[in-house]
């Protein structure tokens, strides 16, 4: 990936015998965006912060099949660390047994002079272990980390960014909208005691608000990002622009909406580097048409 123009997952790989997880081509989508992103971040801050940190949460196994074609690819943990100018400091938490040691064996195998910590649990339990991880530094420029979020589903705690996001840390950030709230949206409202939705968007009067703006369900997508994008703001990150988010969906399947990818910093420098990466896929794409 010397170029972010080059920032297609690296694919075609031969089977190399550890565990491979298997995912749907529009997966592709997401690993590219996380990959362009990452080569312009990474370059842009190399001299101004030598000390940089990388988490993947929910980082998978590093490679995995891909179900339409079969082909084997780098998904985004070992993007990043095959990325040109690397992190001095890598993070990565699963609590799938066979990813996180395959994971493990393929950044051992592709060599280098890495920092790395492989944290076998829940994200949401890996709290403490992610920070206790996290270097500290006493020089005037500190620790500049970027962290990717990359669930199955929405369940995930809040909590995680509001204690990671006292670091200087910019988040990319997969918000499983449509697969899984849009298609269980009735039960999470129905039953008072899910706290799922309450969970992931920092809320729990995120059920009056729904009545009481109003809401309907062609409008859930939009009161969910809006409800997220407040939670970030609270915490010290930049709102969203217009259009910041980015869906991914079954194009071959009328248009379904999967899910979405949100860029969080808290710095504009981000929320510019979202806009040429999103900018630079979707050039890509074209380019494969």
């Excluded at 066979?98 to 060599?111: M, P, S």
């Excluded at 649990?121 to 420029?141: F, L, N, Q, W």
């Amino acid at each position: 990936m010397s170029e972010a123009g080059d920032a297609f997952p690296v694919r075609g790989l031969e089977d190399d015998g550890l565990y491979l997880p298997t995912v749907k081509e529009h997966s592709l989508r997401k690993i590219r965006l996380h990959d362009y992103y990452l080569t312009l971040f990474c370059r842009a801050m190399k001299n101004s912060w030598p000390q940089r940190a990388y988490l993947g949460l929910y980082s998978g196994a590093g490679r995995a099949r891909v179900a339409e074609t079969g082909e084997i690819v780098d998904t985004t943990a070992l993007s990043a660390v095959k990325v040109t100018d690397p992190f001095t400091k890598y993070i990565f938490v699963d609590n799938d047994h066979d990813c996180i040691n395959a994971l493990e064996a393929r950044v051992h195998a592709f060599g280098g002079d890495y920092d790395v910590s492989f944290i076998e649990k829940d994200v949401s339990d890996a709290v403490p272990e992610i920070i206790k991880a996290m270097p500290t530094y006493s020089s005037r420029r500190g620790l500049l980390s970027f962290c990717f979020v990359d669930p199955f589903s929405a369940d995930l705690d809040f909590e995680v960014f509001r204690t990671l996001g006292k670091f200087k840390m910019d988040f990319l950030v997969l918000l499983m909208l449509g697969r899984d709230v849009r298609t269980n949206f009735r039960r999470y409202f129905e039953n008072e005691n899910d706290t799922r939705i309450a969970r992931l968007i920092d809320d729990d009067n995120w059920r009056t608000d729904w009545i009481v703006g109003g809401y309907r369900r062609g409008q859930l997508v939009r009161f969910m990002l809006e409800k997220f994008d407040q939670a970030m703001t609270n915490i010290g990150y930049r709102r969203a622009r217009p259009g910041d988010a980015h869906p991914i969906r079954l194009l071959e399947k009328k248009n379904v909406l999967l899910y979405y990818l949100v860029l969080y910093s808290k710095h504009a420098l981000g929320q510019e580097f979202w806009k040429e990466a999103r900018s630079g896929v979707n050039d890509q794409l074209d380019l494969l048409k």
